[in-house]
């Protein structure tokens, strides 16, 4: 059975950074292309960095310049570190596959809120 497990979110300043950890089980993890998601209050969910198999990035406008998305295979884990955070980066954020394979198996995120 899938799980996506988020955490490492919280309440941070404008400026500051923090890294996103995504647990995962329940499929082969090393073989499979990761995404981190968001969604903020009254927007859709949006893409914010995909990964392969084997470590290569690639960002979307959200993502782009500021988030790092990376992978330890061994442990099935997926990060995103976040850097010089805005208030506009206020968001739930998940962790998946890429594309995700079905609707069902989206975890309940971790809540990142910018704010001074």
């Known amino acids: 059975q899938v799980q996506l497990v988020e955490s490492g979110g919280g309440l941070v300043q404008p400026g500051g950074s923090l890294i996103l950890s995504c647990a995962a089980s329940?499929?082969?993890?090393?073989?499979?292309?990761m995404g981190w998601y968001r969604q903020a209050p009254g927007k859709e969910r949006e893409l914010v960095a995909t990964?392969?198999?084997?470590?290569?990035?690639t960002y979307t406008d959200a993502g782009m310049g500021r988030f790092t998305i990376s992978r330890d295979n061994l442990k099935n884990t997926l990060y995103l570190r976040m850097n010089s955070l805005k208030p506009e980066d206020t968001a739930v954020y998940y962790c998946?596959?890429?594309?995700?394979?079905?609707?069902?198996?989206w975890g309940q995120g971790t809540q990142v809120t910018v704010s001074s």
């Open positions: 990964i392969t198999q084997v470590h290569t990035p």
């Open positions: 998946n596959r890429h594309p995700p394979f079905t609707s069902n198996d």
């Open positions: 329940g499929f082969t993890f090393s073989i499979t292309h």
